[in-house]
């Protein structure tokens, strides 16, 4: 919870591993997720993070429980 501009989505896309950080580190499971190559972070992806939208991401078609239940990558996990 913030204001406007104070890096709310930021956080959640350097944890989704969508954006890459200029510095500093993140860590899960004890290891560095950007220190990873691409394949075993996109692993991270696809097991491990989990991305509802806000806007216009869902299908409309589905009700809330299955939009957040169908498992879609990320997209773009770096």
């Given at each position: 919870m913030g204001?406007?501009?104070s890096g709310k989505s930021t956080v959640?896309?350097?944890l989704g591993a969508m954006d890459i950080p200029?510095?500093?580190a993140v860590e899960y499971?004890?290891?560095d997720l950007f220190g990873l190559r691409r394949s075993p972070r996109r692993a991270y992806c696809d097991r491990d993070v989990g991305?509802?939208?806000q806007f216009y991401h869902?299908?409309?078609e589905l009700n809330a429980s299955w939009n957040v239940l169908i498992a879609r990558p990320a997209p773009s996990c770096r």
């Open positions: 204001a406007s501009g959640l896309h350097v200029d510095r500093g499971e004890k290891r991305i509802v939208f869902l299908l409309p």
